[in-house]
């Protein structure tokens, strides 16, 4: 079978044509819209639907050298009739007789490509014809045109250090007066008139398309000025300015909407000194002409934003219609031309399970707007109409009727109503602004002025002759003009953040500490400037926080725009060498699809981008990836934006949240375990027949990452594989909701997800949801939760909190960070995008780690398709790397014979066969690293198994290969790079002969350095037949929650079991023969908690060891708890305890005591409380022996305990001054944030 033959040369070293060429076999199922089609399939090659062209296409992408002068086309394309036996559902109409194609270049950060993009299907004599194959031709061509530099002014000149802030309320031209600039605070008497300066765009939104923007400054561009009176350099008090200004209703192309997506006030800085400021070009009006025009084309326009209907997408709408329901809008024509139409357009959408139309009249013109019904995954339809009438009268009436054919539940929007029209150009009623269609002479009467305003953002004045006549001619580069009456003119107002400005000098700072960006509110900036912090010592990250006050004062002058965040990262990025750009930009905080705070409980923290397609589930979209786009073409998020930097959003909205996201990404770059040498699998199982594909192709990738990245421990949870049982609220798998949760809590390092989900958690089954992310407690062992299903972390709707979210929001168990979708994705998308985020996040063939945003950014740029990529995002901090270990641990020895030189016969590990392992931990070319000393962990794991899906369903089985049992996990330190350790082969291994896995997991005394290590080369089965004599079961000690526990104690709802063996021979964790390692809660031996996975060998002591286990959520009352356990000969013991799970569920302080007291300089205070595992406020304040209070602090605490040490006191009182030695009155409160109590205990302390 003839696979890709493209040889993928650097292109830049093409000079001769390259064939293309791919087989086809078989047919697969792919997404179109909301139809699922059988296709297909190509061998070597990925069919996809290109949902911003609305066709098929195969994609094949290649770098190349930055060379203009070469360009590439495809020709020659070769096709082959489909067999005609093939089951395909394709429609034929929609295919030509000559395949699309496309070659375009692009560019991520500094990698150049060129994308070669062709439709794979084509019609011929009502046939349908699969592409084979092509030949790419490159072209060499002359280049003569100088290419475009964006060129940066100085930081002195491209904005104000200070000024004066105001506002405006809409859109023309400005009189701004000495008492107004006074009352601003500006000193007038001493400023040079000529260096006034007005710095802003007002209301206008920034273009989303950093061509379309002269600079990154464009945010913050200066406006150009006329000053009347002002030519003696003075200004007095009938002096004044006059500017354009624009209001918050600016129509906007990338948006098609006249209302400002992001605020409701336009705001602008004014400045004096330095440099003369720019200044409108003033002209007396051209010479009366006999040919002119005396009207010109107007619009208004009537729209509002009360309602997003999909509550996604930035497409915001007005009145809602019910059914048969209506509505009238009036128009006044002011002073319109004679016996000259009305263009009249309609906007509107309705969200309606059949097709529903609005009715437009005026007069006794109508027009009908149809909109189609709603499908799966579409949840409205929009559309426009356009009516022209010549109307009888001014006052034009506007009638909407909505008609859904009855259907109450439909409901119909109107977006805007647009009206042109011809109007004379006479100032008599005062300004207003209008447009030209030809270069014709024009003629204005009643007027002081027209101005010109022309795309390069220079304004021409032409000022009125004696008659009060303006003769001018059209200006081809002029985007509008304004008719200029001074008895209309419009005034400012002082803005409402205050009248004084002064810049946070944003450009400096992003001129020198720009690697890591972190953009937040005000309110967390503290929080923020931890992780910062963190960073800059532990990563070595120059790392800057910038807030969005500061951004949207440096960018645009104080006006809300996403755009502003963009041109802040833009100007770093431009600004800094290769080395130092910004690679990283972290979202500080939640957000929201309202960005102007219209809906209920709205937690917009820091804005994203929203998609203008704002109805479909799948193809509307938010995203990050827009603040990533630094090239010069880039910006509206098309299908050939490349991702230039690595972005992540950690999410909270609250000040606790926050901090408690920042610990969590601290404790993760810290933290250490043989968990970091799991990988695990988690798959839906099959609704459907054609879904066996789902844990199929994850299962695939999962045995890919392993065959890349040997050493990793592969766990497969494929859900099928699992009893399903029928419960009162549907199917559930309660065997998987405990592999995972026990998966979560012994730790691994990422969880792949691939299946059916929601909102509201994974599966229909329900294997995880947002209760499950909540109980989870799992600190320091924190997972990256890859999902590929549907809407799991979508976190732009304050009215539902997903399960992507919960799981992330958990300050001590849950995840890290999240690989997720916020919108529903396709699944032969999900399949393809999978495997290339595996490719990256695993960097195969490599042993340098990209951090996971990066690995992210990497797979963005490889992936096909427009809308689908951008639904993907990284939850989390972007500077934080997945923690696998690096370098090696070996084993070396068996029973103190070097294992390299041994036959097979003495590589057997026997049951019952007491054993000496011994290594060394190595660099990665395998020499000692006598400088290593630490820990090291073992897990041996039993042969291999074979294992086969249940097939619930009835959609078919599925065969896997998984991980044998594990028969030993201990641990022993390492000196100078040597460890060795001890240990006894259970009796209960399966005995036929097969290879046994040895995992390693080495970590330095520090926990700096963290090393992993497998070896396959040792044979496990078989059994001694002269083992040692052992009748006697092991030694078990019991206790919850801490070992001052006594059999009949009191605990709270979550107690965790603390278990300690002993036993000459070791602890039996195989799981065989039924003698695992279990726990029975109150006698119910039908439902045992199996533990052998928890269990762990002390330090260099096979013989004795322990486990830690969670129980979540204990009913209140007596409850007996019995733990068996089975030594390696299969001698059992067991043990049992009582205890009271208490129903008070107040808060309360057992003790408090502070380290050191006596104390000098500082003390540690300790607090014993019954509410583990929940954030708790706390208070506390300290007085001396007179009553007098020297030092209070309140703090957001949390424990996976019963205690806290998070609160420490210097020994100084809250102005910073050193207390006096003596007897101190402390007072601690704690608050319950679930339970809503309260309890206050005191405590004597004594500084020396």
């Not at 990209?850 to 989390?876: H, M, V, Y």
């Not at 660099?923 to 073992?938: A, C, I, R, Y």
């Not at 008070?1144 to 205070?1165: G, H, R, S």
Request: charged share 20%.
């Amino acid at each position: 079978m003839r696979l890709l033959t493209l040889f993928f040369l650097p292109l830049c070293l093409w000079s001769q044509q390259i064939d293309v060429q791919w087989n086809w076999q078989g047919v697969e199922r792919l997404h179109v819209g909301d139809q699922l089609k059988r296709v297909p399939k190509a061998i070597g090659q990925t069919v996809f639907y290109d949902e911003e062209h609305q066709r098929f296409a195969i994609s094949i992408s290649k770098q190349f050298a930055n060379d203009s002068g070469v360009e590439f086309s495809i020709e020659n394309v070769q096709t082959l009739e489909v067999d005609v036996d093939l089951d395909v559902n394709l429609d034929l109409d929609q295919f030509a007789a000559r395949p699309h194609t496309m070659v375009y270049k692009t560019k991520g950060r500094d990698v150049h490509q060129v994308v070669f993009q062709i439709e794979p299907f084509i019609v011929k004599n009502n046939k349908l014809y699969a592409v084979t194959g092509f030949t790419i031709i490159p072209h060499t061509v002359n280049r003569f045109a100088s290419k475009r530099v964006q060129q940066l002014t100085s930081t002195d000149s491209m904005s104000p250090q200070s000024g004066y802030r105001f506002e405006v309320n809409r859109t023309g031209i400005h009189k701004i007066t000495a008492a107004f600039l006074r009352d601003l605070g500006m000193p007038i008497s001493s400023i040079n008139p000529e260096t006034l300066k007005i710095f802003g765009r007002g209301g206008q939104m920034i273009p989303l398309i950093n061509s379309e923007m002269n600079g990154v400054n464009y945010g913050f561009s200066e406006n150009p000025l006329q000053l009347v009176g002002m030519d003696d350099g003075s200004i007095d008090d009938e002096d004044y300015i006059l500017f354009y200004a624009y209001g918050s209703s600016e129509w906007s192309d990338d948006s098609q909407t006249a209302v400002n997506l992001y605020h409701d006030h336009a705001h602008y800085i004014i400045s004096y000194g330095g440099e003369n400021g720019l200044r409108v070009n003033t002209q007396l009006s051209l010479a009366v002409t006999n040919d002119h025009q005396t009207s010109a084309s107007v619009n208004l326009h009537f729209e509002e934003d009360l309602v997003n209907i999909a509550q996604m997408g930035r497409k915001w709408f007005g009145d809602r219609f019910l059914h048969n329901s209506t509505a009238n809008y009036a128009f006044q024509l002011t002073d319109r031309k004679a016996a000259t139409g009305v263009d009249i357009k309609l906007a509107a959408a309705a969200s309606a399970i059949n097709g529903s139309y609005f009715d437009l009249s005026v007069e006794n013109a109508n027009k009908f707007l149809n909109l189609a019904a709603t499908q799966t995954l579409t949840r409205a339809s929009e559309g426009t109409i356009s009516l022209s009438i010549n109307p009888s009268s001014n006052e034009l009436d506007v009638h909407l009727r909505y008609d859904a054919s009855g259907f109450s539940s439909a409901v119909g929007y109107l977006d805007y109503i647009q009206v042109s029209y011809e109007r004379i150009l006479s100032g008599d009623r005062g300004q207003f602004a209008f447009t030209t269609n030809n270069s014709n002479s024009y003629q204005a009467s009643d007027v002081d002025a027209i101005w010109e305003l022309n795309s390069d953002g220079t304004i021409q004045v032409f000022q009125s002759n004696n008659n009060r006549e303006v003769y001018f001619y059209s200006n081809e580069n002029a985007d509008r003009y304004h008719v200029y009456s001074a008895n209309d003119v419009l005034v400012p107002q002082r803005s409402e953040y205050g009248d004084t400005f002064n810049s946070p000098q944003l450009r400096e700072r992003l001129s020198n500490e720009a690697e890591y960006i972190i953009i937040t509110h005000d309110d967390f900036v503290e929080e923020a400037n931890k992780l910062a912090a963190h960073h800059r010592s532990h990563t070595g990250l120059k790392s800057s926080v910038l807030t969005l006050a500061e951004i949207y004062d440096d960018f645009s002058a104080g006006n809300v725009d996403i755009m502003a965040i963009r041109n802040a990262i833009r100007y770093a990025y431009l600004n800094n060498s290769d080395d130092n750009k910004p690679k990283y930009v972290c979202l500080f905080g939640d957000t929201s699809y309202d960005y102007k705070d219209r809906i209920p409980n709205n937690n917009m923290v820091v804005p994203t981008y929203h998609s203008l397609n704002s109805f479909h589930l799948a193809n509307s979209y938010m995203s990050d990836d827009f603040y990533a786009m630094m090239d010069i073409s880039e910006g509206a998020l098309s299908f050939y934006d490349r991702m230039d930097l690595a972005v992540g959003r950690i999410l909270f909205d609250t000040k606790a949240g926050a901090l408690a996201m920042v610990d969590k990404s601290i404790d993760y770059s810290l933290a250490n375990g043989d968990w970091q040498n799991t990988f695990t699998i988690l798959s839906d199982d099959s609704d459907a027949e054609w879904e066996n594909i789902i844990q199929e192709r994850l299962d695939e990738l999962g045995e890919e990452v392993i065959a890349n990245k040997p050493f990793l421990n592969l766990q497969k949870v494929h859900s099928d594989s699992f009893e399903q049982v029928i419960s009162a609220t549907g199917d559930r798998y309660p065997g998987v909701n405990q592999a995972l949760e026990n998966q979560f809590v012994q730790g691994t390092l990422a969880i792949n997800y691939f299946g059916h989900g929601g909102e509201s958690g994974l599966a229909s089954e329900r294997i995880f949801d947002k209760e499950f992310a909540d109980r989870l407690y799992n600190p320091g062992r924190f997972p990256l939760f890859i999902t590929s299903t549907c809407e799991f972390s979508r976190f732009d709707n304050p009215e539902v909190y997903t399960a992507g979210e919960a799981s992330f929001a958990n300050p001590a168990g849950g995840v890290i960070g999240l690989i997720s979708t916020t919108r529903q994705i396709y699944v032969g998308n999900g399949i393809t995008y999978n495997k290339i985020i595996a490719e990256h996040l695993f960097a195969y063939g490599l042993d340098d780690y990209p951090t996971i945003s990066e690995a992210l950014r990497l797979s963005k740029n490889d992936f096909f398709g427009t809308s689908q990529k951008r639904i993907i995002f990284f939850i989390g901090d972007p500077a934080l790397k997945l923690a696998i270990p690096q370098g090696r641990v070996d084993l070396t020895h068996l029973n103190g014979n070097e294992i390299e030189g041994l036959g097979d016969e003495n590589k057997q590990l026997r049951a019952l066969d007491r054993v000496n392992l011994a290594g060394q931990v190595s660099d990665k070319n395998g020499e000692l690293l006598d400088d290593f000393s630490g820990e090291v962990v073992l897990t041996i794991f039993d042969k291999e198994l074979e294992k086969t899906t249940l097939g619930n369903d009835g959609n078919g089985t599925f065969t896997f290969n998984a991980l044998g049992n594990v028969i030993f996990k201990g641990n022993a330190e390492v000196i100078n790079g040597f460890w060795n350790i001890e240990l006894v082969i259970p009796k209960d291994i399966s005995l036929p002969l097969g290879q046994a896995r040895i995992s390693m997991y080495a970590v330095s005394s520090d926990s700096t350095s963290k090393k992993t290590g497998l070896f396959t080369d040792l044979l496990i089965g078989g059994i001694n037949p002269n083992p040692e004599i052992d009748t006697q079961g092991p030694v078990i000690e019991l206790f919850l929650d801490n070992e001052s526990f006594e059999s009949g104690d009191m605990t709270g709802t979550n107690p965790i079991l603390i278990a300690r063996f002993s036993d000459e021979n070791g602890i039996n964790t195989s799981g065989g023969l039924g003698h695992e390692l279990l726990a029975i809660l109150d006698g119910m031996t039908q439902h045992p908690i199996i533990l052998n996975n928890f269990y762990r060998t002390n330090l260099g002591d096979y013989q004795s060891g322990s486990l830690n286990y969670l129980f979540n959520n204990l009913s209140p009352g007596p409850h007996t708890l019995s733990v068996t356990a089975w030594d390696t000969h299969n001698n059992p013991s067991t043990q049992t305890i009582d205890f009271v799970v208490s129903s008070e569920n107040n808060i309360l302080i057992n003790a408090i005591y502070n380290v050191p007291n006596p104390f000098e300089t500082q003390t540690t205070f300790w607090i014993s409380h019954n509410k583990p595992r929940e954030l708790i406020q706390a208070n506390i304040t300290i007085h001396d022996i007179n009553g007098k209070k020297v030092w209070e602090q309140n703090k957001t605490l949390y424990s996976g305990t019963n205690t806290n040490s998070e609160i420490v006191w210097n020994g100084q009182s809250n102005d910073g001054t050193l207390v006096n030695k003596g007897v101190y009155l402390c007072t601690i409160t704690l608050n319950s944030t679930l339970s809503n109590t309260t309890h206050t205990e005191t405590h004597r302390i004594i500084r020396n």
